[in-house]
């Protein structure tokens, strides 16, 4: 069974930095995609980030490029998310999940439609202060 669990979410000021953690088991990491999306209050999911170990692939979403960087450790089978230089629009619910979708699939999750993505976990909750 797949099973994703998002931690590090928390209340931080504008230009301050978190890291999420994302553990996932119950299936090879290599196959998958792991995204991180976000969900503002009142409006849609949308994707933020992706690493995809078995192509090299990473995507960004464009609000967010140049101050979140994703990585993986394999070992303890979790993806990070360190997010810098906040702002109050990153408020939202964080999510991971997974899938093992083409490239172009990825995109498509993480630009349009991500409800390509297969299995999800519980959010965790980012507040960024003015």
């Known amino acids: 069974e797949v099973q994703l669990q998002a931690s590090g979410g928390g209340l931080v000021q504008a230009g301050g930095s978190l890291r999420l953690s994302c553990v996932v088991s119950?299936?090879?990491?290599?196959?998958?995609?792991i995204g991180w999306f976000r969900q503002a209050p009142g409006k849609e999911r949308e994707g933020v980030s992706s690493i995809s170990r078995s192509d090299n692939f990473i995507y960004y979403a464009e609000s967010v490029k140049g101050r979140f960087t994703i990585s993986s450790d394999n070992a303890k089978n979790t993806v990070y998310l360190q997010m810098s230089n906040l702002k109050p629009e990153d408020t939202g619910v964080y999510y991971c999940?997974?899938?093992?979708?083409?490239?172009?699939?990825?995109?498509?999750?993480?630009?349009?439609?991500?409800?390509?993505?297969?299995?999800w976990g519980p959010g965790t909750q980012v507040t960024v202060s003015s």
């Open positions: 999940a997974a899938d093992r979708g083409t490239r172009e699939w990825v995109v498509q999750a993480m630009t349009e439609t991500w409800r390509l993505f297969d299995s």
């Open positions: 119950g299936f090879t990491f290599d196959d998958y995609t």
